[in-house]
T-cell receptor
């Protein structure tokens, strides 16, 4: 089983629709969860971070976290053609004795999203 | 505020050679991580440095090494290059306070091994 799995793509949605991206992770002690957007030929860009169960909204983006189900998702409302990119789910490990969370990010394989006019 | 700067952006090497990649983190960031990105394997963690100490290392052979300097700048080295080392090498920096751990990536160094 992969440590971080994303829903298989590619995902194609019409302009103005809601795009739903899903991610599951295997390490129960994971503490920090991130969504990155990567345009073709570019580096990953952080768009959302979430640490507690529930929803976190930032503009057209909503991240949802359910630690009991080991599930994190990203909703993009009013999708625009400029949202067309690969979306990467990333998970960071548990806290160390000092209370900080260092260590590697484990990435999913990414979901390619295409928003068509 | 300047972002993460990586040099060189593109390079071509032949098998058996070695390469050194450089990364300057965002000002004030003390943690630097390196990742390899390939179409087949995706983004894979190489190593992480904080205050000149390697805190974590991924599952890569010993040909891959790195270091961090007192000004937080970091370098990674790959010796005895193989064709499979062709990839985008990404450096990321983090403020590393509390539990946030948000990573900010540079534009990457694209290595082609012939």
């Amino acid at each position: 089983q992969k440590e971080v799995e994303q829903n298989s793509g590619p995902l194609s949605v019409p302009e103005g629709a809601i795009a739903s991206l899903n991610c599951t992770y295997s390490d129960r002690v994971s503490q920090s969860f991130f969504w990155y957007r990567q345009y073709s030929g570019k580096s990953p860009e952080l768009i959302m971070s979430i640490y507690s169960n529930g929803d976190k909204e930032d503009g057209r983006f909503t991240a949802q976290l359910n630690k009991a189900s080991q599930y994190v998702s990203l909703l993009i409302r009013d999708s625009q053609p400029s949202d067309s990119a690969t979306y990467l789910c990333a998970v960071k490990g548990g806290l160390d004795a000092g209370g900080t969370s260092y260590g590697k990010l484990t990435f999913g394989q990414g979901t390619i999203l295409t928003v068509h006019p | 505020k300047a972002g993460v700067t990586q040099t060189p952006r593109y390079l071509i090497k032949t098998r058996g050679q070695q390469v050194t990649l450089s990364c300057s983190p965002i000002s004030g960031h003390r943690s630097v991580s390196w990742y390899q990105q390939t179409p087949g394997q995706g983004l894979q963690f190489l190593f992480e440095y904080f205050s000149e100490t390697q805190r974590n290392k991924g599952n890569f052979p010993g040909r891959f090494s790195g270091r961090q300097f007192s000004n937080s700048r970091s370098e990674m080295n790959v010796s005895t290059l193989e064709l499979g080392d062709s990839a985008l090498y990404l450096c990321a920096s983090s403020l590393e306070q509390g539990r946030t751990g948000e990573l900010f990536f540079g534009e990457g160094s694209r290595l082609t091994v012939l």
